[in-house]
Nanobody, 125 residues
Framework: QVQLVESGGGLVQSGGSLRLSCAAS????????MGWFRQAPGKERELVAA?????????YYADSVKGRFTISRDNRKNTVYLQMNSLEPEDTAAYYC?????????????????WGQGTQVTVSS
């Protein structure tokens, strides 16, 4: 059975950094594109960053996080990361990782096959 388990969330001050991890099991990790989404209360789930399958040569970033967030993957560890720097209160949300088989950098939630349970990120001003 496929499992995606996020970790690394927490409370941080504005301007701080966090590194989220998503450990995958039960799937051939290298064949899946991976995405990080976030959802704040009362708002729709939005794609933050995505990385293509295999070597992850292609990446996507939402305009709001470009230059601050970096997505990466380690296929040996079946893990995808989201390095978040210069965090702002507007980044406060639950963050979810998701997997899409043989995807490029899919931007729409329905394109993803599997989802994690999420990890909360709270940025105080």
């Amino acid at each position: 059975q496929v499992q995606l388990v996020e970790s690394g969330g927490g409370l941080v001050q504005s301007g701080g950094s966090l590194r989220l991890s998503c450990a995958a099991s039960g799937l051939t990790f290298s064949t899946y594109a991976m995405g990080w989404f976030r959802q704040a209360p009362g708002k729709e789930r939005e794609l933050v960053a995505a990385i293509s399958w295999s070597g992850g040569r292609e990446t996507y970033y939402a305009d709001s996080v470009k230059g601050r967030f970096t997505i990466s993957r380690d296929n040996r560890k079946n893990t995808v990361y989201l390095q978040m720097n210069s965090l702002e209160p507007e980044d406060t949300a639950a963050y979810y990782c998701a997997a899409d088989r043989y995807g490029n950098t899919p931007e729409s939630p329905p394109e993803y096959d599997y989802w994690g349970q999420g990890t909360q990120v709270t940025v105080s001003s």
